[in-house]
């Protein structure tokens, strides 16, 4: 029963957050410049949805999820937009995404962890020095989003598609369970989106 309690309570407390820090590891040449080609931060050529329907529904349909936690419709629809456009490029699931970011900042766009990972999700400044520009903002919405989708697409990369280990990498905490599983859950229980359940309502 307090196990079920608990379960519950972590899955009602929306601004929670459970913030790690990706840890610094060696680049070869090839990756390092794979990397800094993606997170140069250019604006948006097109549209990531496959066409206007399927962009009204999910924008529709995640509007309505994250509306408690951005209140600003305007603002609302830029963080998805976005999140869905950088997801997307980076070859992950927009939801995925989601779910990572209520575990990691809570949605806060300014948050700071005590490692100093920042933004939305909770990316670690050595990124910039690293494989960025030294004026890139990590808490500006896009500049966050781009970088820390790119190092999730390097990470699964690294992993071969294992994104538990590919999570636990990111949150700096490989080979425990507890985060990869908190943001599994997220995606699952409040993320998970599909149009042919949304027109079976």
Same mark, same amino acid.
């Given at each position: 029963?307090?196990?079920?309690?608990?379960?519950?309570?972590?899955?009602?407390?929306?601004?929670?957050?459970?913030?790690?820090?990706?840890?610094?590891?060696?680049?070869?040449?090839?990756?390092?410049?794979?990397?800094?080609?993606?997170?140069?931060?250019?604006?948006?050529?097109?549209?990531?949805?496959?066409?206007?329907?399927?962009?009204?529904?999910?924008?529709?349909?995640?509007?309505?999820?994250?509306?408690? !936690?951005?209140?600003?419709?305007?603002?609302?629809?830029?963080?998805?937009?976005?999140?869905?456009?950088?997801?997307?490029?980076?070859?992950?699931?927009?939801?995925?995404?989601?779910?990572?970011?209520?575990?990691?900042?809570?949605?806060?766009?300014?948050?700071?962890?005590?490692?100093?990972? !920042?933004?939305?999700?909770?990316?670690?400044?050595?990124?910039?020095?690293?494989?960025?520009?030294?004026?890139?903002?990590?808490?500006?919405? !896009?500049?966050?989003?781009?970088?820390?989708?790119?190092?999730? !697409?390097?990470?699964?990369?690294?992993?071969?598609?294992?994104?538990?280990?590919?999570?636990?990498?990111?949150?700096?905490?490989?080979?425990?369970?507890?985060?990869?599983?908190?943001?599994?859950?997220?995606?699952?229980?409040?993320?998970?989106?599909?149009?042919?359940?949304?027109?079976?309502?």
């Amino acid at each position: 029963m307090r196990a079920a309690i608990g379960v519950l309570l972590s899955l009602l407390a929306p601004l929670a957050a459970y913030a790690g820090a990706q840890k610094y590891e060696p680049l070869s040449a090839s990756v390092h410049g794979a990397l800094s080609r993606s997170v140069s931060d250019r604006a948006p050529q097109h549209s990531s949805f496959q066409d206007s329907t399927v962009a009204i529904d999910w924008l529709t349909e995640m509007s309505g999820r994250l509306a408690k !936690r951005i209140p600003d419709r305007e603002s609302r629809l830029d963080f998805l937009r976005s999140v869905h456009y950088e997801a997307t490029r980076a070859g992950l699931d927009p939801q995925l995404v989601l779910g990572l970011i209520q575990v990691e900042s809570g949605f806060n766009k300014y948050a700071v962890s005590t490692a100093g990972a !920042r933004g939305f999700m909770q990316v670690m400044p050595f990124w910039v020095r690293l494989v960025g520009r030294s004026d890139d903002n990590l808490f500006h919405l !896009r500049t966050n989003l781009r970088y820390g989708c790119t190092i999730l !697409r390097h990470y699964l990369d690294i992993e071969r598609g294992d994104l538990y280990r590919a999570l636990g990498r990111y949150n700096g905490s490989l080979g425990q369970a507890a985060y990869p599983n908190m943001v599994r859950a997220a995606w699952d229980q409040r993320w998970t989106y599909s149009r042919s359940a949304l027109a079976q309502r």
